[in-house]
């Protein structure tokens, strides 16, 4: 068996800021996330030995690549430091955290600085989302179209409602509940704005359609926003435990993660899963491969669950790939508040992509963050009262790179 | 050694029924909408009917839904006060700043209101005391002032000012419920002019004011800019804010405050003269207050916008043809682009030159300014309140941010040598007697108060 990953904790940037009205480079969002993260956990700067980064598209926002080497200015003992920057779309956070877990499994480091960033309000929405079109097979399916990935998702909601049914208003009650738990969390970028399920429901100038069945209020944010976490071997989890003089068995360890990749093309990935009862199968499979890692047998042994709610239609699909109904039945969790925060399974008690943002390389990283803000009992008012357990799901592309984690304590 | 706390009591409160009286308005419209995202059913309440349509158009824009007012009812002052006030818990008053008729409006409201109703004021620093003279027991009990910024919805501080007679439990009830319920990020103030974020902030904005008639406006709002730790530069914001309205806060202090800083309220000449003249600012975009848009229409060049900036020396305006370039302040500028604050900060204290010696006497003239507003007889208890309220209502870097990132003596001795008061706060971090850094505010990013 592998090495335990131990998380030390971290922190996470206000994602209500605009880092272009600040006339910031992307690098003072990086010195940001670091400095907070060291001082939120007391790791020693020098003892980091490695630091990787998830980024998504810094090139296109802020023409800037090779972020890895800016985790260097954050802090001088970081000179001489290896460093890598990892990019698998909305999945990159997540990815940069496998590749950091993978190092300390094989004993080459004993602490890794993991940091998801991602600088997005620096273009309009129309060019905004035309790079996000690239995490998808661009000339095919992104191309000349406005606000590809909306209608990507809107399809989604089709083929539920194709195979299974599907009615929006339980969609609404995804985005309504996203939004609630958001105004509980003091760094979610929509906390102060309104919504309602009314508000939700309705089409109109306000919320009004972007492709397909995906309104305004179906959508995930354009967020500028970073977090980063420590993760540490065994060894320095013991070090760090008698310095802090914490309970090694409190500090909440990766129990188990999952990863896999689907065809690219949306189109492929249906005609794949066509006699499959999971419209995305390989998603299922990333959560399955997190659950035997973790020693779960099912879904209700965990507490809480962070998704990758980008839109509506995926936090929908979520539920029954998570095991919460069986394929295709999603809406009675909604229906019956399993996944509120309050439930017998909360879904995004931090708000999730929709309530709480999307940077987009950001995310995975954010996820893990706030699964061990749940299991060290430190959310504050978006905190699922004794959680021990939680997992992420984390996507990529429409449905295309899937990595989920389970995060907590061993039994 | 742990001490047994007594625990607080808190009266319990109902807030389903709100009525916003004046709710066309930009701050009732904005507390409308607040209330409506907190849950309740809200009555807004104008002189007609036309200003309730407009009222939730307005609404509406702000939450961005056509949904929001879906619940909503529209009355006018015609509809008689028992039938607007009935079964309301809330009574949020958001008329014209203007003390008379405020008072006048709540002679009616206290012959009217349910008993156990609250009422609360939104103005932005008359007195609360002031306001329910002569009103029934009943009445004072139950008043607050509930001051926002402007808009509500953007900026979250909220001041939260009880009336003398308000019992203390529901003054904790009252904060905990703006604060959990609708997001407020909220202070409880004194009963003194123009509240604690107005004071502080109006001191800073009408001192640059007065700097600007002798170093002139683009001078003093490039020294004093964003770089310094404010989302907008000091002239730029007067004229947002309007000069009608900073002159009534100005003036309010200046006739009803003694304290170290009282000339720096001192409303200038040439802004009495002009305001007399017309120029309120951004709401009067013809005259403009210290800027303003001014469209040529030359024959070989077709349309040309330019700005126009304000000689307050001779009243009259001039193009503004390029951006002040200042050294030290470019420089300050590329750290903060990248994140590195304290180096700024540390290039801002050791600048030479008079525009540097200028700009460290108002920063840290707001820093000693803002610390001095705490304490016994002063306007809050809490130094973190002070903090709490520049952040969350003016946008501006909170004073303790600053004297972390300057260092505490280095502060104090600056202080000293601008002859500024050393604020007692810092005099007892020094003791060791309070602990450092002194900012401890959660979920408030310092990083994003200095603009690159």
Known sequence: ?411 | MTTEMQPETETAIRLQRVVVLGANGAMGAGAAAMFAGGGCEVTLVARDLGKIEEAMATIQGIAKSERIVDGMEGMTYADGWETILADADLIFEAVAEEFELKRTLFQQVDGARPPESLVATVSSGLSIRGMAEGLSEGFRRHFAGIHLFNPPHLLTGTELIPHPDMEPGLVRALKRVLTERFGRSVIVCADTPAFAGNRIGFKVLNEVAQLAERHGVQLMDTLIGPYTGRAMAPLATIDLVGWDVHQAIVDNVYANVRDEAIDSFRLPTYMARLVQHGHLGNKTPLLGGFYRRVTHEGRAEGKRTVTEVLDPATGRYREVERELTIPFVEQIKDLNRRGRYREGLARFMEADGAEADLARRVILGYVSYALNRVGPGEVVQRYEDVDRIMATGFNWAPPSVLVDLIGLERTIQALERYDLPVPELLRAARRGEVQTPLFNLPFISPGRFFAG
């Open chain 1, 1 to 411: 068996m592998a090495e335990p990953v131990y998380v030390l904790g971290g922190y996470q940037t206000d994602f209500a800021r605009n880092w272009q009205k600040e006339n910031k480079h992307i690098c003072a969002m990086v010195n940001e996330v670091v400095i907070g993260a060291l001082e939120a956990t007391a790791v020693e700067p020098k003892e980091v030995e490695v630091g990787h980064v998830g980024n998504f598209a810094a090139e296109l926002y802020t023409m800037q690549g090779h972020l890895g080497a800016f985790l260097l200015e954050a802090h001088p003992d970081f000179r001489g430091m290896p460093t890598a920057r990892h990019e698998a779309a909305c999945a990159s956070g997540s990815i940069a955290i496998l590749a950091a877990m993978a190092e300390i499994e094989a004993g080459r480091y004993e602490l890794a600085m993991v940091v998801g960033i991602e600088q997005m309000k620096t273009v309009d929405s129309a060019r905004g989302g035309d790079f996000l079109g690239t995490a998808a097979w661009y000339e095919r399916e992104a191309k000349g179209i406005s606000y590809p990935f909306p209608k990507l998702f809107g399809r989604l909601g089709d083929e539920y409602d194709r195979r299974f049914g599907l009615k929006d208003e339980h969609l609404a009650r995804i985005s309504a509940i996203n939004y609630a738990n958001a105004k509980k969390n003091p760094l979610a970028q929509t906390r102060t704005w309104y919504m309602s399920e009314e508000h939700a429901r309705s089409a109109d100038r306000f919320n009004q359609v972007i492709g397909g069945r995906i309104k305004v209020s179906d959508c995930s944010q354009v967020t500028d926003g970073a977090a980063c976490i420590f993760l540490a071997s065994r060894r320095y989890a013991e070090r760090y435990a008698r310095r802090r003089n914490l309970d090694l068995t409190r500090i909440p360890q990766i129990l188990g993660w999952g990863h896999r990749t689907a065809p690219i093309m949306l189109d492929e990935k249906f005609a794949e899963s066509r006699d499959n009862p999971y419209v995305l199968p390989h998603t299922r499979q990333a959560i399955l491969d997190a659950f035997r890692r973790a020693r779960i047998a099912e879904v209700w042994q965990l507490d809480a669950i962070e998704t990758h709610d980008c839109f509506t239609t995926s936090e929908y699909m979520a539920i029954d790939h998570f095991g919460l109904t069986p394929p295709g039945q999603s809406w009675q969790a909604i229906e019956e508040g399993v996944i509120e925060l309050d439930g017998e399974l909360p879904i995004n008690p931090s708000g999730g992509l929709i309530g709480c943002g999307h940077p987009v390389g950001c995310t995975g990283v954010r996820q893990v963050l706030d699964a061990y803000r749940q299991v060290t009992e430190t959310a504050g008012g978006y905190q699922v009262a004794g959680a021990r357990k939680v997992a992420t799901l984390n996507i990529g592309g429409s449905g295309t790179t899937s990595v989920s984690f389970v995060v907590g304590y061993p039994d």
